[in-house]
């Protein structure tokens, strides 16, 4: 009996963590990138419209809350970038990661945006990568109530030219709704990157307080049975 009581406290409690952090099926996520020339604009699993020097316009994971570009870009050779939301990379409300190489100096600005977040809160921003060649990235983050809205950055911007480069910023938002990472690579020459650009929710303290105060709840309660059995 006591057994069966155990296992079943154990169940409540992986269940609740998995309904608190379980990832929200929307398909709204959005990657832009764009090298001032040629475009690439792909929603998630949805509308793919590149313009330009481009090939291989489409999102190519299949994946709900996940948007994937494999192709080239004018003078960019190689690209291959990633962008997930609402906790498909686990941990983060959106996720960068991408791997771009160019021939001749040239700009590159990755955008990756997705709704449904939370109009108000904290959020960590964190950066790391590698840099190959002569280059400055730089790394914006924001809030706004639609997609690709600039209006509100959380945090600072990040600028990194040597390599490896980590960074982190954040901070509180209000106004929000949506979520946008910005990033752009600036090279005058020859050059490679590869990183990874994390947004992630700091908890409240209000609400860290209640999910901890409902699994002490649930915890006395059957330890309560556990004890009658």
């Known amino acids: ?9 154990a169940s409540v409690a992986c269940a609740a963590f998995a309904m608190a952090f379980a990832p929200q ?14 475009t690439i604009d792909i929603v998630d699993n949805g509308t793919a419209t590149c313009t330009g020097a481009v090939t291989g316009c489409a ?32 941990g983060t409300d959106l996720d960068l990661n991408t791997v771009n190489s160019t021939s001749a100096t040239s700009t590159l600005t990755i955008q990756f945006s997705d709704t449904g977040f939370p109009v108000s809160g904290s959020e960590e921003f964190k950066v790391g990568g590698t840099l190959q060649g002569t280059g400055t990235l730089t790394f914006n983050e924001y809030a706004g109530a639609t997609k690709f809205s600039t209006t509100t950055p959380i945090g600072s911007t990040l600028t990194f030219s040597s390599s ?4 982190s910023t954040g901070g509180a938002y209000t106004g929000g709704g949506a979520f946008t990472e910005v990033a752009v690579l600036a090279f005058t020459g020859p050059g490679s ?26 915890g006395s309660a059957f330890r309560r049975k556990l004890r009658r059995a």
């Open 1 to 9: 009996m006591k057994t069966h009581f155990k296992g079943f406290l």
């Open 25 to 38: 099926a929307r398909a709204t996520a959005e990657l832009k990138i764009s090298d001032g020339t040629n």
């Open 59 to 90: 999102d190519a994971n299949p994946s709900v809350n996940v948007v994937t570009y494999i192709g080239t870009i004018g003078t960019w050779s190689l690209n291959v970038s990633t962008g997930s939301s609402h906790g498909a990379s686990a």
């Open 164 to 167: 490896p480069f980590a960074g």
């Open 193 to 218: 990157t590869s990183f990874d650009a994390a947004l992630t929710p700091v908890p409240e303290p209000t609400s860290v307080a209640l999910f901890g105060g409902a699994l002490l709840v649930i």
